[in-house]
């Protein structure tokens, strides 16, 4: 069964209320969305003529890459197999977990060195090392932050973005035992130097994948702070796990993709270190993995693949760009939404893939205002989706809804079964519109009858109740020509 | 050229004047206004909260009305909204089922403007004599923006305003929090995305907030309310129709 | 049945399900983008994007002059220890300033590579148009000296500077695939701690790139 790891995002409700009150948080969230926009808008704005064309190109690749998706994952397998990766498939979650515990285990490993990965999060892999008695070490120092801290990261781009420099020095110090200088820099050595030791004693080291290329059989990784050229250097073994759907047919194809991402998602030209592995090391290496592992992780992928709209969901590219620019991400942050993948690529992910009763609230949490549809670098129609999503459960979603969701549609279907037949009426519309105008206006002065209408409580409780002018247009339009004739 | 205005169910009910200054604007550019009064609604509300089946009859009926009357020789059919603007050009998509008046609704849609949209694209016309003295600050409403590409029409018309000066938020084409049922379904989340706006409104000085959507202003309106802000939420027709006011 | 049976069939029956979808999309074209202009122009971008991603760029006439500025950076930067990857140029240019501190050699173990304060290598190409250099340990046997000291030093003879990506990937097609390919622009660095950014964090924090004009006097290695 397809599932993603330590998932609660039936509590969106509660969660997102104790974001909301958490001041800190939501400033250091503003500022962070402000700068990786002006970043990203930057580094866009070099290539601005090209920009919209190699979005159609990108979202063409993908669209018939995942058309072609059977074909070209035995392509890749072939392939790969060729230059000396084992290749090995997950249905779901459990048995990808289980896969790689036999992989350390054949090894004989006691240490898993770990680059950030967010598949390894959806299938909650360190727990299953660990439960296993290995020791795992997160390498990148946002993954690493929120591995001490006992947290899942709060965004796919930049795991630590919750953290102010305070709360991650506060817990360095508790974590290492010893007092540490207060800045960025000092903080970021500390680390350097602690990480340095786990790389060095580690047997296995574990990367996720940024692009399958299937006619090569190799894979292609980035990062930015050098922890996964170690990962994929120092161990004797290299695991990669990977999703499904994280092929490209053409080595030619990551030229488009490299000028993309980095733009995208963090405002660079491209990434400090773009990894391409092309099997284990050959004989005159010294150095490098002598077995490299490849997971193909399905867990609910292919489900996706049976709505042309929906389908869409997997040509994403895990770049971040719609964190950084969703005005509810920016107000509730990453843990809000109860899933490894949150804000606008989360809502539509994490129901698809863990099930709707695990996260109908998802889809609905958001105002449709299609920004992150506007900055997707593969056109990834969001708020089409959502709004797909929206469908299924308002109208088949019966039995597999959790608990708000229940409870709102309970108040929501019969209402607008009633609106629907109001406003096919413009008699009764009239009237309507006459009762709704004079309980706004009774409203506006009054909140004593707010708990009879929860709609309007609930609008109350951050906004006052908007006045109605007085009569309708229609009421003007018909005097007005009265008065012409 | 013969107009009829798709007026909208929140103008029609609570912002009458907004639809009367659209006619009045709309007559200044030479059109001959029409009001159809058995118009009720776009049927985004229970579209965009997945009550697909109950939009569906409502937006039919919609279509139906508005294409009987294209067909009568009515040339351009205009809204004070860019929100209910998009949605009748998303109509056939939702009708596709049934495809006569899927068909129709896309004949609709071609013929559908938003009232900025209208004025500059389709009538060239950017100054409509009007004169408002004080300072504003514009929002872009999110679906006439990027659902209808409409960001510059709103600003042309505005430069040509006297006496008006418009000073430009870093926010502007951030969402306001409304998003229909959103808005009562985490109205945390809604009046803090609010929040975060009105603080740079509110800050910049002006005496008003200026967009062409009442959905948005009637939540921008509630949350500045609520702060006990003296800045105003306007909608932009309130505003171009003025040819002698101030704040 | 295996997982990967299980993973192809649900593949092909939810593809099946949507129809002849598939007859509709093709895969596009790509364009390849080049740089224009002369050699000099590709020399400018490829140090204006080095430096605008926090590494150096020395230009120089000959192995020689290399030697010299790398005896500089080894002075200011109070290096004691020096690690040389096999590739014939940087052999050569790390020889005329032997002598004066310790060279480890890669063939050593990773430990004395992780102590040495500099990492000397070649590289396969180098990318104007980002400032990006690709290293294959297969040429320079060994990944780790371009990776653990915290300053690296690389070598390039002007001939293997190559416009775009594009044009860097087509020769990475032509040849045989080594077994790993690193694109490298500029030092390692994070921003992980409120968006500061820091440089130098796992991989080194210095790098400094010896682009050398005439490189005659040493076999080249491809
Ligand atoms: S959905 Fe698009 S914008 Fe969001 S992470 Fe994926 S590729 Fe990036």
């Known amino acids: 069964m397809s599932t993603i790891h330590d998932i609660r995002s039936s509590h969106f409700k509660s969660d997102a209320r104790e974001a909301i009150a958490n001041v800190e948080l939501r400033g250091a969230l503003a500022r962070a969305q402000e700068q990786s926009n002006s970043k990203r808008d930057r580094a866009i704005q070099r290539i601005a003529d090209d920009w919209e064309s190699m979005r159609d190109q990108a979202s063409a690749i993908k669209t018939w890459t995942l058309e072609n998706l059977g074909e070209q994952l035995e392509l890749f397998e072939r392939n790969a197999v060729k230059n000396g990766i084992q290749v090995h498939w997950a249905e779901d979650a459990e048995n990808a977990c289980r896969l790689v515990n036999e992989i350390c285990a054949d090894a004989e490993a006691r240490s898993v060195i770990k680059s950030k990965s967010m598949v390894t999060e959806e299938i909650g892999l360190n727990h299953t090392l660990e439960a296993a008695g290995l020791e795992v070490v997160e390498s990148d120092l946002g993954e690493w932050i929120v591995q001490i801290a006992g947290e899942t990261p709060s965004h796919i781009v930049a795991p630590a973005i919750h953290h102010t420099r305070e709360s991650i020095h506060r817990l360095f110090e508790e974590t290492l035992g010893r007092k540490i200088p207060t800045d960025a820099e000092s903080m970021t050595m500390v680390a350097r130097e602690v990480l340095r030791q786990a790389f060095l004693r580690a047997d296995v080291g574990i990367t996720g994948v940024n692009y399958l290329v299937a006619e090569t059989g190799s894979f292609l990784v980035l990062e930015n702070e050098g922890n996964q050229r170690l990962t994929t250097s120092l161990p004797r073994v290299h695991i990669a796990v990977s999703g499904i759907e994280k092929i490209v047919p053409r080595l030619a194809d990551l030229d488009l993709f490299l000028r993309m991402i980095g733009r995208s998602g963090t405002g660079q030209v491209v990434t400090t270190y773009q990894n391409l592995f092309c099997g284990p090391r050959r004989s005159p290496d010294e150095d490098g993995p002598r077995d490299m592992h490849m997971v193909l992780v399905d867990n609910g992928r292919t489900k996706l693949l049976a709505s042309e709209k929906r389908r869409q969901t997997l040509q994403c590219i895990r770049c971040g760009a719609c964190l950084n620019i969703c005005p509810v991400y920016r107000q509730i942050g990453g843990h809000a939404y109860g899933s490894v993948y949150p804000g606008p690529i989360g809502s539509i992910f994490t129901p698809q893939v863990a099930g709707l009763h695990k996260a109908s609230q998802l889809p609905f949490a958001s105002s449709l205002c299609g920004a992150c549809k506007d900055v997707c670098p593969v056109k990834i129609d969001i708020p089409g989706i959502l709004l797909d999503l929206r469908e299924e459960i308002a109208e088949h979603g019966e039995g597999q809804r959790d608990q708000e969701t229940e409870l709102k549609m309970k108040r929501e279907s019969p209402a607008f079964r009633r609106w629907s037949s109001l406003m096919q009426s413009p008699r009764k519309y009239r009237m309507s519109g006459a009762l709704v105008r004079t309980m706004a206006l009774i409203a506006s002065h009054t909140s004593l009858f707010d708990r009879f209408i929860p709609p309007l409580s609930a609008w109350r409780s951050t906004r006052s109740v908007p006045r109605p002018e007085g009569g309708s247009f229609r009421a003007r339009w018909r005097r007005r020509t009265e008065a012409n004739r | 050229m013969r107009v009829q205005l798709f007026v909208t169910c929140l103008v029609d009910q609570f912002r009458p004047s907004v639809g009367e200054a659209t006619v009045e604007i709309l007559e200044r550019c030479g059109c001959t206004v029409e009001f159809d009064d058995r118009q009720t609604c776009c049927g985004q509300p229970a579209f965009n909260s997945g009550h697909h089946e109950e939009a569906k009859a409502v937006v039919a009926r919609t279509i139906d009305l508005l294409a009987e009357w294209l067909d009568e020789g009515g040339d351009a059919i205009v809204c004070p909204s860019g929100s209910c603007s998009a949605m009748i050009a998303h109509s056939s998509e939702l009708l596709a089922d049934d495809p006569v008046r899927s068909e129709k609704a896309r004949r609709v849609a071609e013929r559908t403007w938003e009232l900025t949209q209208f004025l500059i694209d389709e009538m060239k016309i950017d100054d409509l004599e009007s004169s408002w003295k004080g300072t504003i600050t514009l929002h872009d409403a999110c679906h006439g923006l990027r659902d209808l590409g409409i960001r510059d029409q709103p600003r042309r018309l505005l430069a040509k305003v006297k006496g008006l000066e418009v000073k430009e938020c870093a926010s502007c084409d951030r969402c306001c929090g409304f998003g229909g049922t959103f808005s009562v379904n985490y109205p945390l989340i809604s009046g803090a995305m609010a929040d975060d706006k009105i603080e740079e409104i509110d800050a910049s000085g002006v005496d008003a907030v200026v967009s062409g959507d009442v959905s948005c202003l009637m939540q921008l309106e509630g949350r500045l309310q609520a702060t006990n802000s003296r800045v105003k939420a306007l909608h932009l027709a309130q505003l171009l129709v003025e040819r002698d006011a101030g704040s | ?222």
Not at chain 3, 160 to 177: F, K, M, N, P, R
């Open chain 3, 1 to 222: 049945m295996s997982d990967r049976e299980n993973i192809l069939n649900a593949v092909r029956k939810a593809l099946e399900s949507t129809g002849d979808a598939k007859s509709a999309c093709t895969l596009p074209e790509l364009s390849r983008p080049r740089l224009e202009g002369t050699q000099e122009t590709l020399i400018g971008r490829f140090i204006e994007e080095v430096e605008a991603v926090s590494g150096r760029v020395h230009r120089l006439a000959n192995i020689d002059s290399a030697a010299r500025q790398l005896e500089t950076l080894i002075r200011a930067g109070k290096t004691e220890s020096l690690a040389v990857s096999r590739d014939p140029i940087a052999r050569a240019i790390s020889s005329r300033v032997l002598g004066r501190h310790v060279v480890v050699d890669p063939e050593d173990n990773q430990d004395a590579i992780a102590e040495a304060d500099m990492g000397l290598t070649g590289v396969r190409l180098a990318i104007a148009e980002h400032g990006t250099l690709m290293l294959a340990p297969e040429d320079d046997h060994g990944r780790l000296a371009a990776l653990l000291p915290p300053h690296h030093v690389a070598v390039l003879a002007v001939s293997q500077l190559v416009g775009t990506l594009a044009e860097a990937i087509e020769h990475l097609a032509s040849d045989s695939q080594p077994a790993t390919i690193t694109f490298v622009s500029g030092p390692s660095r994070t921003a992980d701690i409120e968006q500061t950014l820091v440089i130098g964090i796992h991989g080194p924090a210095l790098l400094d790139i010896l682009l050398i004009e005439d490189t005659q006097e040493e076999d080249h290695p491809s």
